[in-house]
């Protein structure tokens, strides 16, 4: 069973600050996604990656940037954080070129910025 | 830009009354169609899905969904709805081609026993 996982389950950091959450996955799916989650909103894009140092903006990519060095890695990066910025990031993975599958999705990391 | 519109927010019902949870979606092209479910404090879960063939599509724990392509619908069913369906729901949208899926704003269901 695929595995997703994200290294944080509850994060709180300062507004400013670099934020680093990062996210796993082990069946060596080519696409991985961010996502935030916040009430009434669903899940919005944040960025995509379909290989290995290759990304691509979503809906909402401002103020925020990805990093995809290994396959099975990828990281979003909060240059400078901000209390807007408090929200629900959801990680998920699929393969790559098989657009029937669904998406694998880890536990979330809930993120608050005083 | 592509768009998926959920018609309730929040839905409450109690146990054994039917359930259906509207989804529309704004697209042109060749989609494949998903409803998510997240249960209380868990990660999110394929319901079902549609890519092609029939359109009455069946899904884990008694779900089912029907894709209409006219109308561009993918509605949610439910005969009898049990109190562990309490959850949020979401439906989403892959677009082929685009490599990327655009959710609904989600449905919260709460079933009362």
């Known amino acids: 069973d ?33 996502y935030r989650q916040d009430p009434g909103l669903g899940l919005r894009l944040i960025y995509f990656s ?9 809906d909402i990519p401002e103020g925020y940037s990805v990093s995809r060095e290994k396959k099975e890695r990828f990281s979003l990066i909060l240059e400078s954080a901000s209390t807007n910025q408090t929200s629900m990031y959801l990680c998920a993975s699929i393969p790559g070129g098989i657009s029937n599958q669904p998406q694998h999705f880890g536990d979330g990391t809930r993120l608050s910025i005083l | 830009a592509q768009s998926v519109s959920q018609h309730n927010h929040h839905v409450i019902l109690s146990e054994a009354a039917s359930l259906e949870l509207g989804c529309n979606y704004s697209y042109g092209g060749t989609v494949n169609l998903f409803w998510y ?27 089912e969904a029907e894709f209409i392509k006219s109308k561009f619908s993918f509605n949610l069913r439910k005969p009898s709805v049990q109190w562990s369906d309490t959850a949020e729901y979401f439906c989403a949208v892959y677009l082929r081609g685009a490599g990327k899926s655009t959710f609904g704003d989600g449905t919260t269901l709460t079933v009362k026993p």
């Open chain 1, 2 to 34: 695929v595995k997703v996982t994200q290294s944080s389950r509850y994060l709180v950091k300062r507004t400013g600050e670099k934020v680093f959450l990062e996210c796993v996955q082990d069946m060596d799916h080519e696409n991985m996604f961010w």
């Open chain 1, 50 to 58: 379909y290989d290995v140092k290759m990304k691509e903006k979503g």
């Open chain 2, 37 to 63: 479910v997240q249960y209380p404090g868990q990660h999110l879960q394929l319901l079902l899905k549609y890519f092609s063939g029939d359109p009455l599509v069946k899904g884990i724990k008694g779900f």
